[in-house]
């Protein structure tokens, strides 16, 4: 069974911060689809985010982690010795 774990944090810009630099901290290398994804999930989660290019040292930003996870039914679960 797949589900979706959320996490939270909040994140104070720093200095020579932008978007991209955030994601590729906390997201990784992604895709172009997954970038604009990654993206507007931060503008919908921030709306004083109206330009994801201009963002200001000390703005505070909502970051929505959103992970797939695969949970196993216990009475599925097969343990090898």
Excluded: E, W
């Excluded at 590729?24 to 997954?34: E, I, P």
């Amino acid at each position: 069974m797949l589900g979706q774990q959320l996490d939270s944090m909040a994140y104070h810009v720093l200095p020579g911060d932008s978007l991209s630099k955030i994601i590729k901290r906390y997201y990784g290398a992604v895709s172009s689809q997954r970038y604009q994804a990654i993206i507007k999930q931060i503008q919908l989660d921030n709306p004083k985010v109206t330009n994801p290019n201009h963002i200001k040292t000390n703005q505070l930003l909502i970051m929505i982690f959103h992970r797939n996870i695969v949970q196993h039914p216990a009475n599925k679960i097969q343990r090898r010795c």
